[in-house]
């Protein structure tokens, strides 16, 4: 295996077997240059880069202990689950992790409107999130409300190879793609469908709707939605304005804490 591309210490683009893949092991890429062989048996995930193109996104973009926490995760997730997660939340977790820490070293806590029934229902799930905020302070000594245990377990939970009711999921789709197009809009900005920016987005979009299609919707305190709302004005008028037409085109009622959470999505895609 050549190396074509260092990512970070432990994350390179190599050539294998002809076809460019990303390499993931401890050290890989530390003292490294392009064209430098590495041994393949340091190498303990292996992805092909043109069906990963946004974890490359990503391990240019978040810092690096950010990614190899939530890695650590993962590999714990699946060894407590004994099983094997979807590959995709490589790049969900990940940057979900990153922005979490973003947000606590702001002094920005979110709280889980759900917390207690994700005790009840995911408690195996809940215990990995407890076990990934412990990992975090004792890692980078950033310490996570018990919210964010619960925000883990959601991700761990959605990412088990799975089935879902397609007939929601293309409904869904729909009014997501439908309140994208009006953030573009109102923002008068191009978004990359390939950005991890996007990606981030929508997922969170589609939690919104699940929420409000269920009358459930994150609690966030109103001194923080204040500031939210006043530091962030252009995006939270243009969350007010996806809530307006998600009410009127879909009978979709998305409460006022929902739209604390819309605007720093629209925030982070904003100022990119």
Sequence with gaps: ?????????????????????????????????KNDVINPQKVEKL??????????????RVPEEHFNLSEEIITHAEKQLNTELNEHIRVQLADHISFAIEREQNGIQLKNALLSEIKVLYRQEFDIGLWAIDHIKNEIRVEMPVDEAAFIALYVHTMKIQGGDIHETVRQTTMVQSMVKQIREYLNISIDMNDISYERLITHLQFTLTRAKHQNSHIMDEDMFKMIREKYAISYHCARKVAEEASASYGIYLPEEELGYITLHIERLRTQ
């Design 1 to 33: 295996m050549k190396i074509r591309k260092i990512l970070n210490n432990n994350a390179v683009i190599v050539m294998d077997e002809g076809e460019e893949k990303i390499a993931i092991g401890s050290s890989l890429g530390f003292d490294k240059q």
């Design 47 to 60: 992805f092909v880069l043109k069906e990963n193109e946004k974890l490359q996104q990503l391990l240019l």
